[in-house]
């Protein structure tokens, strides 16, 4: 269990020590890119000031991450079977998901205000294809012999759907919550970025000259990205320990 983790300890030590020794080596100015102790440094002499906006963060990101992978799923559902609904639907989804997300952020503020609003769907907007994409690849894609053993033994379209379909689709969804972890992370820090009284993006814009501070936040937004696709993939092995 241990030795599981030994790799990407390794890899995060050996990219802050590329980090430091080219800070060293190059003669960066610490306002350009701070050394890690700096980070360090940063970080400790304001650690609550920095895990309040942290929480703020966290809680936009995990907020709208349900809200897709409840509404993701469903459309996916939808669109898997009903090839009406499909032909409809699609085409507008391609066409929304090809328009640069930043296009939308001036425009949530307006209608949403600077509270939570625009940045929670900012993190829909960012990873809600992936999930409906994997969605219905998935419960397309379930192996035919499978539902005709299901239609065979008489089951309904219920129970072919929960009993067979689903379950083979769930690696597939799984897949496209995954991908869509680090996009809701993203997608909170561009909204914060926009407009905002509160969150790392907030910290990041309002760092100035402290270049460190800013670092130190980045560095909390790569942490609670880990994290959270960490525990997608712990919930990911509970669900489908044959996978």
């Known amino acids: ?57 966290l809680l936009e990101t995990v907020q709208g991450f349900a809200i897709t992978a409840v509404g993701g799923v469903a459309l996916g559902t939808l669109l898997a079977t009903a090839p009406v609904v499909s032909r409809a639907v699609y085409p507008v989804l391609v066409a929304l998901n090809a328009v640069p997300k930043l296009a939308f952020a001036p425009l949530l503020i307006i209608w949403l205000g600077f509270g939570p609003g625009p940045k929670i769907v900012m993190v829909v ?18 192996p035919a012999e499978l539902v005709e053993l299901a239609r065979s033994l008489a089951a309904s379209r219920w129970k072919t759907f929960t009993r067979v379909r689903f379950p083979a689709a769930l690696p597939q969804i799984m897949l496209g919550l995954k991908t869509a972890m680090p996009l809701a992370v993203i997608g909170a820090l561009v909204g914060e ?39 997608l993939v712990t919930i990911e092995r509970r669900l489908l320990p044959w996978e």
């Open 193 to 231: 970025l926009f407009g905002a009284g509160a969150g790392l993006g907030f910290v990041i814009q309002n760092a100035g000259a402290d270049t460190a501070l800013a670092f130190a936040a980045i560095a909390l937004l790569a942490a609670m990205s880990i994290a959270l696709f960490g525990l």
């Open 1 to 57: 269990m241990i030795g599981r983790f030994v790799p990407p300890v390794l890899a995060g030590a050996a990219t802050i020590g590329l980090w430091w020794l080219a800070v060293v080596a190059l003669r960066i100015e610490s306002y350009v890119i701070p050394a890690p102790p700096a980070v360090a440094a940063a970080f400790a002499r304001l650690p609550g000031y920095l895990l309040r906006h942290a929480g703020v963060t």
């Open 125 to 142: 907007l960012m990873c809600f294809f992936p999930v409906v994409l994997a969605t219905a690849t998935g419960l397309t894609s379930t």
